[in-house]
């Protein structure tokens, strides 16, 4: 049983020296890390043949992989079903093609609804997609509601732990600086991952709690809306959250969750910083008497 930590993405110095994604399996592995997110934010642009060879050049690495699917889905919005169906379907066609496990997707903005009205609206639109996905000779693939980190937005922990109760194909991505800003700052330290972390496992049950996604990333925050944007470990400026009591909290339940670190340029670096806090604590909980 052990954490993944890898990149969301290329980061800046991995792209300074490559101009394709097509390297990125290779240059991860030899970097010490273990997974890779690929990001189809702004749209699934990739093709078939590139899509294959990618999941090639990973399973080659040891690398695994995931997508984060497009940021356009709103599962909150009645009228936005057909797209939404759209964007995750050819992002989990995609997974198909690379081999990739996740699909990461957003929950959506409230859009002036009562988080209750849009939480059940996402569901409705959620067991509708995984109709769609299972039609389509998809439904193997796991998509990961994602925890999101503006108030406004659907997608706190609870909201998102109630959308994966679905059907346990669903597996949560929680994004611990997108709940350490909507929180505007409390959700951070020992006591509270402790707490999140209980709380996935009550109302998922041991297995999908143990294996669960994650984003990870110093976060800046405003005091009226949450999530401003993505800092690196180097900034000097507070941001939170911090790493070291999360990592300690996962190596004592001996879970194995999967960490895509989102910093801004240094994913990678950070991912590996990251990574190596996280076995220096294995190594000291497994060099106890």
Not at 137 to 157: F, R
Not at 161 to 182: K, M, N, Q, S, W
Not at 209 to 220: D, G, K, P, R, V
């Given at each position: 049983?052990?954490?993944?930590?890898?990149?969301?993405?290329?980061?800046?110095?991995?792209?300074?020296?490559?101009?394709?994604?097509?390297?990125?399996?290779?240059?991860?592995?030899?970097?010490?890390?273990?997974?890779?997110?690929?990001?189809?934010?702004?749209?699934?642009?990739?093709?078939?043949?590139?899509?294959?060879?990618?999941?090639?050049?990973?399973?080659?690495?040891?690398?695994?992989?995931?997508?984060?699917?497009?940021?356009?889905?709103?599962?909150?919005?009645?009228?936005?079903?057909?797209?939404?169906?759209?964007?995750?379907?050819?992002?989990?066609?995609?997974?198909?093609?690379?081999?990739?496990?996740?699909?990461?997707?957003?929950?959506?903005?409230?859009?002036?609804?009562?988080?209750?009205?849009?939480?059940?609206?996402?569901?409705?639109?959620?067991?509708?997609?995984?109709?769609?996905?299972?039609?389509?000779?998809?439904?193997?693939?796991?998509?990961?509601?994602?925890?999101?980190?503006?108030?406004?937005?659907?997608?706190?922990?609870?909201?998102?732990?109630?959308?994966?109760?679905?059907?346990?194909?669903?597996?949560?991505?929680?994004?611990?600086?997108?709940?350490?800003?909507?929180s505007l700052g409390a959700d951070d330290g020992r006591p509270a991952f402790c707490r999140m972390l209980d709380r996935v496992e009550a109302v998922l049950g041991s297995d999908r709690a143990s294996t669960f996604h994650s984003h990870f990333s110093?976060?800046?925050?405003?005091?009226?809306?949450?999530?401003?944007?993505?800092?690196?470990?180097?900034?000097?400026?507070?941001?939170?959250?911090?790493?070291?009591?999360?990592?300690?909290?996962?190596?004592?339940?001996?879970?194995?969750?999967?960490?895509?670190?989102?910093?801004?340029?240094?994913?990678a670096e950070d991912a590996l910083t990251m990574k190596r806090i996280y076995q220096k604590l294995v190594e000291e909980r497994e060099a106890q008497p």
């Amino acid at each position: 049983m052990s954490a993944k930590f890898g990149p969301a993405g290329n980061c800046d110095s991995f792209s300074k020296a490559h101009k394709s994604s097509l390297a990125a399996p290779k240059w991860i592995a030899d970097f010490g890390l273990d997974c890779y997110e690929y990001q189809c934010g702004k749209g699934v642009h990739v093709g078939k043949d590139t899509a294959i060879e990618i999941g090639e050049n990973a399973r080659a690495a040891g690398i695994g992989l995931s997508i984060h699917a497009p940021y356009f889905i709103n599962l909150a919005n009645p009228d936005s079903i057909m797209k939404n169906n759209g964007y995750v379907l050819t992002s989990c066609a995609l997974a198909e093609w690379m081999g990739a496990s996740r699909v990461v997707v957003h929950t959506g903005a409230l859009m002036g609804r009562s988080r209750r009205e849009a939480l059940d609206i996402a569901k409705r639109g959620m067991s509708a997609l995984l109709s769609v996905l299972d039609n389509a000779g998809l439904g193997h693939i796991t998509l990961c509601p994602e925890t999101m980190g503006k108030i406004n937005q659907l997608g706190d922990l609870d909201e998102v732990l109630e959308l994966c109760t679905l059907d346990e194909r669903l597996v949560p991505c929680i994004d611990f600086g997108h709940l350490y800003a909507r929180s505007l700052g409390a959700d951070d330290g020992r006591p509270a991952f402790c707490r999140m972390l209980d709380r996935v496992e009550a109302v998922l049950g041991s297995d999908r709690a143990s294996t669960f996604h994650s984003h990870f990333s110093h976060i800046e925050f405003t005091p009226k809306g949450g999530e401003k944007c993505h800092r690196t470990f180097d900034d000097d400026g507070g941001y939170g959250p911090d790493w070291a009591p999360l990592a300690a909290e996962v190596a004592r339940r001996g879970w194995s969750p999967t960490f895509i670190c989102e910093s801004a340029g240094t994913q990678a670096e950070d991912a590996l910083t990251m990574k190596r806090i996280y076995q220096k604590l294995v190594e000291e909980r497994e060099a106890q008497p």
